[in-house]
């Protein structure tokens, strides 16, 4: 079926650095989506995205991070500065249309040291 | 805001027995929300197993079944009989429409599935 990548799979940087997640989302898709699950939590959303513009970020998407999809390439989230509570696995996702399935990617672990 | 409770894991069944998982959803936002169960395989990603856009109708894939029922706000995943290869960690999803009309999904923490043989 259809695939989300995530790159890279696994990524540790020193507190206070700039980290970016990409996402290659599915082809054709027009929604795309960040959640953060911290260790022994659940998978919590984070920001959704379409159209070139978030339409809703939750309270844990800080003012250090940050989303984009330029020219249609990789969906990314950046981090800037990071923070040792930003420790966590990242999934990104995206869909179709609204109201339809999420295809989730396999996941970036970011270690902040 | 919205959450989602399942049945905390890990759960341990033994092989053609029969399970039920459940789930019990507050949605403050929306009235109708969708409900999911999304299903992690060992060494795989997130993956879709069934899905419900309406109160009172039956998913099912897989030999899985849920049914969202609005009155005791629950969608509790049920299978006959379990097979080895259903060990994975199952999780309940609640989606609604934010302010801007964009999805975002409400998980639960997720209930790990052991099938003994």
């Known amino acids: 079926g259809p695939k989300v990548l995530q790159i890279p799979s696994h990524q540790i940087i020193d507190m206070g650095q700039m980290v970016t997640l990409n996402c290659d989302p599915v082809s054709n898709h027009l929604y795309f989506y960040w959640y953060k699950q911290i260790l022994g939590q659940q998978m919590e959303f984070l920001v959704n995205?379409?159209?070139?513009?978030?339409?809703?970020k939750s309270k844990l998407f800080k003012d250090q991070f940050s989303v984009e999809r330029p020219d249609g390439s990789y969906f990314t989230l950046k981090i800037q500065p990071t923070a040792l509570e930003d420790s966590a696995v990242y999934f990104c996702a995206s869909s179709p249309r609204v109201r339809a399935e999420q295809f989730f990617g396999p996941g970036t672990r970011l270690t902040v040291l | 805001g919205d959450s989602v409770t399942q049945t905390e894991g890990p759960v341990t069944v033994s092989e053609s027995e029969s399970l039920i998982i459940n789930c019990t959803y507050s949605?403050?936002?929306?009235?109708?929300?969708?409900l999911f169960w999304y299903v992690r395989y060992p060494g795989e990603g997130l993956q879709l197993l069934l899905k419900v856009i309406t109160a009172g109708q039956k998913g099912s894939s897989r030999g899985f079944e849920a049914t969202y029922n609005k009155e005791t706000t629950s969608f509790h995943l049920q299978k006959a009989s379990v097979q080895e290869s259903d060990s994975a960690v199952y999780y309940c999803?609640?989606?609604?429409?934010?302010?801007?009309?964009?999805?975002?999904?409400?998980f639960g923490k997720g209930t790990q599935l052991i099938i003994q043989p």
């Open positions: 949605a403050t936002s929306i009235a109708y929300p969708n």
């Open positions: 999803a609640l989606g609604d429409l934010g302010t801007e009309g964009a999805d975002r999904l409400t």
């Open positions: 995205f379409y159209n070139g513009k978030v339409m809703e």
